[in-house]
């Protein structure tokens, strides 16, 4: 069962719910702060801070039910024999948060009225802002949580980081940044998408209440563990995909070979570059294996031969954007569209002309923006798309059908419903990333069509990526994957 992730305003759907069914809303509180209370204790007993078991506890609480939380937590912490000290927003905004605070009261746990902290702690737990945050923090809010991230010691979030949207990922501007987060009932998008990764830290969900038939599902996390089809003994060249690459302006020949040497090291039988021919060279030297065509001297009817004899199209790494670029777009993509038996890839310059001339993609068309090119098919600004990049990915296959991959962090695929990947990391923000994921998946459904599904295909590109930065993030680059890719698919995960 792939794990479920869920939007905000349906989690709270569902706890309402609940309490219609006579159940009670401080009980529920009591329930998740003694069972992140246990996980804490277990934690704690195995961790040390500076060579040092924890045993003084600083949690931060707000106003709201995520404030009775961390009230909660807190009394159970002390029962376990931790120091454990409150500082605090003192106005209730709930009985259940008054009935929270007496009991740590009743605890005997110092409550402080303010958030200045003037002695060290070993942990600092996070109960300032819930999953309802929505809005930008005023500047007193922010000096708080930057005062939290400034304290030394283990960092714990209650259900989000405070300051971090549960549902996009985006800080508002500023939000706590975790070592652990500790969601309650259930998974958020916002913990796995846009800056979500930075400030969740390592993730644990708290069930504590049985899912109805009224709960809606917003995504589900991409499986890590893929296993491709063995090969049978008698397969040749011909049995594992024919992938044509077509791209590589005068000026941009790269891009045409990271993804055609990409699309050999994740499988396919046969690869074929078609691009200017001042790359042909390079290309020959580095992959003699490749076969290659002058983009130039091709006539319509060798182009409709051609593609009558491959599986795959991998279509627009290196284009350009020029009037020489603009001409075999259009040359180019009214024959890929025709072609029904075609996968087809759009990546990079391929997806600039689409959103000039927009068209409705079939169901074997895979478009694979970053934000910036989202942007552009979508007319809008980089900052919109990442400020609701769920939003985004739903627009895109509404206004061009197909499916669709809206990279970034957390990267977000949308075929007949929506995954999160969750593998990948900052190293392979570098160019030449998006024309090996791009090679990658024309050679993968090149051999398995509909066999494999593109989130599989992105989350094998991410775990290529942590594979390599094993050895370290900086500096990795985009022609160090073949080897990654080569490991990935035969061994599919990243932990070998």
Known sequence: MHQQVYHSRDIQAWEQRWFAKQNSAYGLMQQAAWSIAQRLDGLFQSTTVSNQKIKKI????????????????????????????IFAAMAGESADLDQAIACAVQHGIEIHPHFKIATLFDCH??????????????????????????????????????????????????????????????????????QGKEYA???????????????????????????????????????????????????????????AEAAFSAGAGKVTVVCHAKHHTAILARAPNIM?????????????????????????????????SEQQYGKWFSRIYHATHLQVVLDADALWFLALQPTRLNTKSYATPHSGEAAKLLNCSVKEIEQDRV?????????????????G??????????????????????????????????????????????????????????WLAKKGMRGLQAYHMSEAVYHVVNQGRADD
């Open 201 to 259: 830290g390592q993730i644990e969900v708290i069930s504590l209440i049985p899912t109805d038939s009224a709960l809606t599902t917003l995504a589900q996390l991409s499986p890590t563990a893929i296993e491709l089809p063995k090969r049978q003994a008698f397969g040749h060249k011909g049995s594992y995909g024919h992938v044509l690459v077509v791209g590589g302006h005068a000026d941009m020949g790269g891009a045409v070979m990271m993804a």
């Open 292 to 324: 290659l065509r002058d983009i130039d001297a091709l006539s319509d009817g060798e182009i409709e031969q051609l593609l009558e004899y491959v599986d795959a199209v991998s279509f627009g790494m290196g284009l350009g954007r020029d009037a020489w």
């Open 409 to 466: 962090a957390g990267s977000l695929i949308l075929e007949d419903q929506l995954w999160i990947c969750t593998a990948g990391n900052a190293g392979m923000g570098t160019g030449g990333m998006g024309d090996v994921l791009a090679g990658m998946t024309a050679s993968l459904k090149a051999q398995f069509a509909e066999q494999i599904h593109l989130h599989e295909i992105v989350t094998l590109h991410a775990l290529a990526g942590d």
């Open 391 to 407: 939003a985004a990915i739903y627009q895109l296959q509404q206004k061009y059908a197909g499916q669709w991959l809206l990279k």
């Open 125 to 194: 737990i996070d109960a300032l802002f819930g999953i309802g945050l929505n809005r930008a923090l005023d500047g007193s809010w922010q000096s708080i949580i930057q005062n939290f991230n400034a304290q030394s010691g283990l960092k714990i979030a209650i259900d989000i980081s405070s300051g971090l949207h549960a549902n996009t990922g985006q800080v508002l501007p500023c939000a706590i940044k975790a070592d652990r987060t500790f969601t309650v009932l259930g998974l958020k998008a916002g913990l796995f998408t846009g």
């Open 58 to 85: 600083a949690v931060w609480c707000g106003t709201g039910n995520n404030a009775g939380d961390g009230y909660c937590i807190a009394s159970y912490l002390q029962q376990f024999g931790y120091q454990v000290e």
